[in-house]
């Protein structure tokens, strides 16, 4: 996994304390990731999609949440995001924060989050390269807009759940 060492220097370059572990955070599988000390980012998982000309590396930052989670998924449309099918208010409350919306328009980012209620994560998605040969890289502002869309998850009253 070379990748992921490469992503974990990185990471620890930019202050973060970040170190690469066995085990999955769905404990489905005994993959690599890189465990995060001292953040609401609790894991980071490196996939690789698509094929040949068109593959691209996402990173999946999983932020532990011990509430009942509703399984829902948002994206960033630039400044504003869409979806949040459940109305948990979670894509207002992040086009709320301009800091959020100007990270993702200077880097050109197309983000993600979407819930795992069943393992209680919510998942922070990023493409991190558009072709295959470049190797996958988190910038400080990156990084800085993943821990504020963390804090906000973790920060946004739920909706009680009916049953």
């Given at each position: 996994?070379?990748?992921?060492?490469?992503l974990c220097?990185?990471?620890?370059?930019?202050?973060?304390?970040?170190?690469?572990?066995?085990?999955?955070?769905?404990?489905?599988?005994?993959?690599?990731?890189?465990s995060i000390?001292?953040?609401?980012?609790?894991?980071?998982?490196?996939?690789?999609?698509?094929?040949?000309?068109?593959?691209?590396?996402?990173?999946?930052?999983?932020?532990?949440?011990?509430?009942?989670?509703?399984?829902?998924?948002?994206?960033?449309?630039?400044?504003?995001?869409?979806?949040?099918?459940?109305?948990?208010?979670?894509?207002?409350?992040?086009?709320?924060?301009?800091?959020?919306?100007?990270?993702?328009?200077?880097?050109?980012?197309?983000?993600?989050?979407?819930?795992?209620?069943?393992?209680?994560?919510?998942?922070?998605?990023?493409?991190?390269?558009?072709?295959?040969?470049?190797?996958?890289?988190?910038?400080?502002?990156?990084?800085?807009?993943?821990?504020r869309i963390?804090?906000?998850?973790?920060?946004?009253?739920?909706?009680?759940?009916?049953?």
């Amino acid at each position: 996994m070379i990748k992921l060492g490469e992503l974990c220097t990185d990471l620890r370059a930019l202050g973060v304390n970040a170190r690469i572990t066995e085990g999955d955070p769905t404990g489905k599988g005994h993959l690599q990731v890189i465990s995060i000390v001292q953040s609401p980012i609790r894991w980071i998982k490196l996939t690789g999609v698509g094929l040949s000309d068109d593959f691209e590396w996402v990173v999946e930052c999983w932020i532990r949440d011990s509430r009942s989670l509703p399984r829902t998924e948002i994206r960033s449309g630039g400044v504003r995001w869409e979806g949040d099918y459940q109305e948990t208010g979670i894509a207002q409350h992040l086009s709320n924060d301009r800091a959020i919306g100007n990270a993702i328009l200077e880097t050109g980012d197309s983000v993600k989050v979407r819930t795992s209620p069943k393992n209680g994560y919510w998942i922070i998605l990023d493409s991190l390269t558009p072709k295959w040969w470049h190797r996958p890289v988190i910038k400080q502002e990156q990084w800085d807009c993943y821990e504020r869309i963390a804090a906000h998850l973790l920060e946004t009253p739920m909706p009680v759940q009916r049953q």
